[in-house]
């Protein structure tokens, strides 16, 4: 995709209620104006089966009880989702990251980065500064 960072969409997927908010103050910060927040992979599924959000980067925790992020992302790209990822971790395994970065390779979705929880303004400006 070649949009401006400005006009792109984030979905944040988290079970952290803290650390959505957080986000969904940074972002802007960083540059993205358009955020949507979800609790969970299971709330982030819903609102992307009902088409409430379509997002062009999905800012995914992979530490989360009711799907972690391998299962989250599997279930958007049936959904449809084709768009940008970036993998988000406080306690999550390198493992668990290699096996994220993988599955989006295999469905050619592009992973724009990793951040490590608790998420710094300078880690999202470096992540969405790529684009």
Same mark, same amino acid.
């Given at each position: 995709?070649?949009?401006?960072?400005? *006009?792109?969409? *984030?979905?944040?997927?988290?079970?952290?209620?803290?650390?959505?908010?957080?986000?969904?103050?940074?972002?802007?910060?960083?540059?993205?104006?358009?955020?949507?927040?979800?609790?969970?992979g299971?709330?982030?599924?819903?609102?992307?089966?009902?088409?409430?959000?379509?997002?062009?980067?999905?800012?995914?925790?992979?530490?989360?009880?009711?799907?972690?992020?391998?299962?989250?992302?599997?279930?958007?790209?049936?959904?449809g989702?084709?768009?940008?990822?970036?993998?988000?971790?406080?306690?999550?395994?390198?493992?668990?990251?290699?096996?994220?970065?993988?599955?989006?390779?295999?469905?050619?979705? *592009?992973?724009?980065?990793?951040?490590?929880?608790?998420?710094?303004?300078?880690?999202?400006?470096?992540?969405?500064?790529?684009?």
């Amino acid at each position: 995709m070649n949009l401006d960072i400005h *006009t792109r969409s *984030t979905l944040v997927v988290d079970d952290d209620r803290m650390m959505l908010r957080i986000l969904e103050r940074m972002l802007p910060l960083a540059g993205v104006e358009q955020v949507a927040i979800a609790e969970g992979g299971a709330k982030a599924c819903e609102l992307l089966r009902e088409n409430e959000v379509a997002p062009d980067i999905i800012l995914c925790d992979m530490h989360m009880p009711d799907l972690n992020g391998i299962e989250f992302l599997h279930q958007a790209i049936d959904l449809g989702y084709s768009g940008e990822v970036i993998l988000m971790s406080g306690g999550a395994s390198d493992e668990i990251l290699m096996q994220a970065d993988l599955l989006a390779k295999d469905f050619d979705l *592009t992973v724009l980065g990793t951040l490590v929880k608790p998420v710094s303004l300078e880690g999202l400006k470096a992540v969405f500064g790529q684009l």
